[in-house]
């Protein structure tokens, strides 16, 4: 799986958007672009996933870039709920190698959510 | 709709005695995934079934590391004798089928402490 590289820190001030870059200048044509989130004490969450278009659920906003090599996670109006550990995944689309079912969590973002 | 349920949330008990965690996947899901998580090492797959079969257990660290799945809706995963090594926090995911497209859903996991 492609190396994904992010901000080991951010600040958002709440209310306001949270805007959460990763960067996977080696992603392959077919490698997903995942995004799971850890609050503290509680288990990753998953938020939204895309392979090239942009992608909106109710949690968050995927913008992937047309060469494919990064990707911003949008928070549209950031709680203090949203702070937590935010991780940039990229996943191979394998339907050949049925065992690669590993998610790789790297080191994330802390985002911190100010009142 | 209720998510990944495990239990105990946290357990503490002395090194040599067997320990033993429990697993409610979502209702539906076809494979349910065991990971441990560590400062040092991060999240690590331990094992992962399908239909309550085992496909991949190449990340159970010893012999000491049992899993089992009776049935649709529980699993769990064993450690005996357990040693302070040991000591970490498990957690239990499950998806709908397996690839990329099929998220994985985390349950808040076990704090393990072996003393």
């Known amino acids: 799986d492609a190396k994904t590289t992010q901000p080991t820190s951010m600040d958002c001030a709440e209310g306001r958007a949270a805007n959460l870059p990763c960067n996977h200048s080696t992603i392959s044509g077919n490698e997903y672009v995942y995004w799971y989130r850890q609050i503290h004490s509680q288990g990753p969450q998953y938020i939204i996933h895309g392979l090239k278009n942009n992608e909106t659920n109710e949690m968050a906003s995927l913008i992937i870039t047309e060469d494919r090599k990064s990707s911003t996670l949008i928070l549209p109006h950031a709680t203090l709920r949203d702070t937590a550990v935010y991780y940039c995944i990229v996943r191979v689309a394998d339907w050949s190698n049925f065992g690669n079912e590993k998610l790789t969590f790297g080191t994330g973002t802390r985002l911190t959510i100010i009142p | 709709d209720a998510g990944v349920i495990q239990s105990p949330r946290h357990e503490v008990t002395e090194m040599g005695q067997e320990v033993t965690l429990r697993c409610k996947p979502i209702s539906g899901h076809d494979y349910l995934f065991w990971y441990r998580q560590t400062m040092m090492r991060g999240l690590e797959l331990l094992i992962y079934f399908n239909n309550n079969v085992p496909i991949d257990d190449s990340g159970m660290p010893e012999d000491r590391f049992s899993a089992k799945m009776p049935n649709a809706s529980f699993s769990t995963l064993k450690i005996q004798p357990s040693e302070p090594r040991d000591s970490a926090v498990y957690f239990c995911?499950?998806?709908?089928?397996?690839?990329?497209?099929?998220?994985?859903?985390f349950g808040d996991g076990t704090r393990l402490s072996i003393l």
């Open positions: 995911a499950s998806s709908l089928a397996v690839g990329v497209r099929f998220p994985q859903h």
